[in-house]
């Protein structure tokens, strides 16, 4: 059976608010905006809720609904609240449903969250933050005006004390004050905020400070304040500053320290006032430890009869190690350098020879180290052994001298030999041309031989003579260039040689000589050129003494020739570089005469001294030809050697050339003499050239 049952409730806000739940069966039930759940609870296929109505300064913009197992949709609990509206808005209606539905406070008024009106700012306060709620005025500002959104700041120079703020805000300027007496303005941003501190020790201030800048002052010299920026009152005036007590000085203007050991201080009231020193022979123990153990001269104590003191002194004692007692005055003196003690004795004590002593006031004196020596006493430095001595031990009373060729090495402790390139009992430096090698004897340099030589001084070997110079001295400083005519090819020689017939060598200093070209030739030793071949010789390759004569096949060269050359043609060799023209009926080619390799000097060859015949059918009528002519038709030559060719006789012809014979004409033909073809003729020159026929056959009928 459902039912609708009143209920009422109430809220937070105290108020109590009537309203009607709506009961709803079936398997779920809901609330609209508006209003939320205030109870929900389901069962099998009924459902109940309670619904209440959002207070004033509250809504909600969602349905809820009651479901099984007890829940409501989209809270994790049955109950679901209304959301209230954002601190700086209000809601004066209930029942309302969105957010739009808060409205926004007036300037100058301000609401919590949740609020139903705004309220307006008292004096005092002013709105502040992102939520505008209306707080108390911070230090350094105030608020005399009511609805005023902000607080105003303190004039420049001006703030609200901190130790004065009640947390109420402060309503009038005049809450708005410098700084007390004592402190002073250390920060101010300009916006009223400003920090007041307290004086530094030694310092006070008898005003109100209302600037950064302004400062403290300092307290008459040599009085103090010991209160360091914590209580203004110890620094509001300058009766604040002290001055130190008997049996205290004057430390810093911020405090008097007890006198230390062997001091007093017997006044009060003294500025800058310092401590004492006790007199001579009397001592003080006691240090900054009691202030009545230094107010008076007699707190300083008489040393006890054997022991001493200067002025100022917390003990008596005897003179320290490395002095002695200054005569009978209560003061002691530094032995001096070559001197020491021990603390008891009434004389400083020499040091003995082999020590030394460089300081003043020592214990002790040590010992010359290896390398040095002191033959007298009392001394304050050893000496170094001097170059060729040597100490191997120390407190040293002299050196030892080394042997010859040995010299001390740099910490004069032993006695070394001379290092490489030097030598004697000094060590002195090799001189040029001679040398020492580490293994060498170290009494003397030795003298660079010859094929050798040294230009530098101090050296430990010489060097060779390079190929193309010699040394045939010793000790020398420079190796000779071989001259003119000379070389040598290997190192460290003392002579050179002499250049070979058939070479020679024209510079200094050279390695080896150089072959006669082809077309020279030197036949003597030791020179410096070659020479030419003459007329009518040859040299075809380098190196050779002396010229070939030319051959008989080739008799001819000019001179400097690498080869011979044969007789020109139409000419032929007598020999001795002799050739002669051939004579009429005779020819020679020149190719005929450079058969046969005879390397240029062309050999004997056979034919070099004779000249041809003109073979039949040929002629030549000059002198010195390389060939003869043909014999042209009309003409013949049956023989060898012609000058001249044969005419045709009458009756005869001759139609080509190199002919060896004439032609007869034929019956009822003739010619003239020198003819090279034959004519026709009458019956009387017919007859007669038949009859000449018959007589020239044997034909006798």
Not at 171 to 188: A, K, M, Q, R
Not at 253 to 266: F, L, M, N
Not at 453 to 467: D, F, L
Not at 653 to 676: E, K
Request: hydrophobic residues 20%.
């Amino acid at each position: 059976m459902l039912q609708v049952l009143p209920l009422l409730f109430l809220l937070s806000t105290g108020a109590v608010l009537l309203f009607t739940p709506t009961v709803l069966g079936g398997t779920s039930c809901s609330c609209n905006r508006g209003y939320y759940v205030s109870s929900c609870y389901c069962s099998g296929s009924s459902c109940w809720d309670s619904c209440g109505q959002c207070p004033t300064g509250y809504y909600n913009d969602q349905n809820f609904y009651c479901m099984g197992s007890n829940q409501c949709s989209g809270y994790p609990s049955p109950k679901s609240p209304c959301k209230a509206c954002d601190a700086g808005r209000f809601q004066p209606n209930v029942q309302q449903m969105y957010t739009s539905d808060c409205q926004s406070c007036a300037s100058g008024t301000w609401s919590l969250e949740g609020s139903a009106t705004c309220d307006k700012c008292v004096v005092g306060r002013g709105q502040s933050g992102t939520d505008n709620i209306c707080r108390p005025c911070v230090v350094g500002k105030y608020q005399n005006q009511k609805i005023h959104t902000t607080c105003k700041n303190c004039p420049l120079g001006k703030t609200t004390y901190n130790d004065q703020d009640d947390g109420t805000g402060k309503l009038t300027v005049n809450d708005c004050i410098g700084c007390e007496i004592g402190t002073v303005v250390t920060t101010n941003n300009g916006q009223g905020n400003v920090l007041c501190t307290t004086c530094s020790a030694g310092q006070y201030r008898t005003t109100y400070s209302s600037n950064v800048g302004d400062t403290c002052t300092d307290c008459e010299v040599g009085k103090f304040i010991t209160d360091d920026q914590s209580d203004p009152l110890q620094h509001d005036n300058p009766m604040d500053c002290n001055t130190c007590p008997a049996g205290f000085q004057y430390d810093t203007k911020a405090a008097c320290v007890i006198c230390e050991g062997g001091t007093y201080q017997d006044e009060n009231n003294i500025t800058a006032v310092t401590c004492k020193q006790c007199p001579m022979n009397t001592f003080l123990a006691d240090d900054k430890g009691e202030g009545v153990a230094h107010d008076n001269v007699g707190d300083c104590m008489d040393c006890p009869n054997g022991k001493f003191a200067p002025p100022g002194q917390r003990f008596c004692e005897n003179c320290q190690a490395g002095q002695i007692q200054n005569g009978t005055t209560a003061s002691c003196v530094q032995c001096q350098s070559g001197y020491y003690s021990t603390g008891n004795e009434n004389e400083c004590i020499s040091c003995l020879k082999g020590k030394y002593q460089r300081e003043s006031g020592t214990t002790y004196c040590l010992p010359c180290l290896p390398g040095e020596y002191q033959n007298v006493e009392h001394q304050a430095s050893c000496h170094f052994c001097p170059n060729g001595w040597y100490q191997n031990r120390s407190t040293g009373e002299h050196c030892y001298v080394c042997p010859e060729g040995y010299l001390g090495d740099v910490s004069h402790t032993r006695c070394i030999p001379c290092q490489e390139g030097r030598a004697g009992a000094t060590c002195q430096s090799c001189t040029s041309g001679q040398y020492r090698g580490g293994s060498d004897n170290a009494r003397h340099c030795l003298a660079c031989p010859g094929g050798w030589s040294q230009e530098a001084t101090e050296s430990s070997t010489c060097y060779r003579c390079v190929p193309g110079k010699y040394n045939d001295q010793t000790n020398q400083t420079n190796c000779k260039k071989c001259l003119i005519g000379y070389y040598q090819d290997d190192t460290n020689q003392e002579r050179c040689i002499g250049c070979n017939a058939g070479t020679y060598q024209a510079k200094e200093g050279q390695s080896s000589c150089i072959g006669c070209v082809p077309g020279q030739s030197q036949a003597l030793k030791n020179m410096s050129f070659c020479v030419d071949c003459v007329v009518n010789t040859f040299a075809n390759v380098s190196g050779l003494s002396t010229c070939y004569p030319c051959s008989f096949s080739r008799p001819l060269s000019s001179a400097g020739s690498a080869v011979c050359r044969a007789c020109p043609s139409g000419t032929k060799s007598l020999g001795s570089g002799t050739c002669v023209k051939c004579a009429a009926g005779l020819y020679r080619k020149e190719q005929q005469q450079n058969n046969g390799g005879d390397g240029g000097g062309g050999g004997d060859g056979g034919d070099a001294g004779t000249c041809q015949e003109c073979p039949r059918g040929y002629f030549q009528q000059e002198t010195g030809s390389a060939s003869c002519l043909p014999c042209v038709p009309g003409k013949f030559n049956n023989g060898l050697g012609a000058s001249v060719c044969k005419d045709c006789v009458s009756g005869q012809f001759s139609n080509v050339s190199l002919s060896r014979h004439c032609h007869t004409c034929l019956v009822g033909q003739s010619s003239t003499p020198n003819s090279a073809r034959c004519e026709k003729c009458g019956k009387l020159c017919g007859e007669l050239l038949f009859l000449l026929w018959l007589s020239r056959t044997g034909i006798n009928n």
